[in-house]
């Protein structure tokens, strides 16, 4: 069993940048792909960003490329969301999720163990 907490949360303005975090326990991140996924109120989940289980490979959503970085430390246990140019449509709950598809996945069904997740508010 894996147990992931989000943390880095938080309101910040228009055009700002947020760090989320993910820490991991009960089990070694390595071999587990992870992905971070966001809720907006009445929405679905969405993907948005993945990174294979050694960090060499990375997928973005499109709403995000290129403002958006996600990277790990597996001796920390750790994974990491870099949100840069923040928009008021990226308000929304982030989630880190870990999958077993070792390669990464924008696909929310192939992810097995969820964090809590963590608020993000965007101001305009």
């Known amino acids: 069993q894996v147990q992931l907490v989000e943390s880095g949360g938080g309101l910040v303005q228009a055009g700002g940048s947020l760090t989320l975090s993910c820490a991991a326990s009960?089990?070694?991140?390595?071999?587990?792909?992870m992905g971070w996924f966001r809720q907006a109120p009445g929405k679905e989940r969405e993907f948005v960003a993945t990174?294979?289980?050694?960090?060499?490979?990375?997928d973005y959503a499109d709403s995000v490329k290129g403002r958006f970085a996600i990277s790990r430390d597996n001796a920390k246990n750790s994974v990491y969301l870099q949100m840069n140019s923040l928009k008021p449509e990226d308000t929304a709950v982030y989630y880190c999720a870990a999958s077993e598809l070792s390669a990464g996945t924008g696909k929310r069904n192939e992810y097995t163990f969820w964090g809590q997740g963590t608020q993000v508010t965007v101001s305009s």
């Open positions: 009960g089990r070694t991140l390595r071999g587990y792909a």
């Open positions: 990174i294979s289980w050694n960090g060499g490979r990375t």
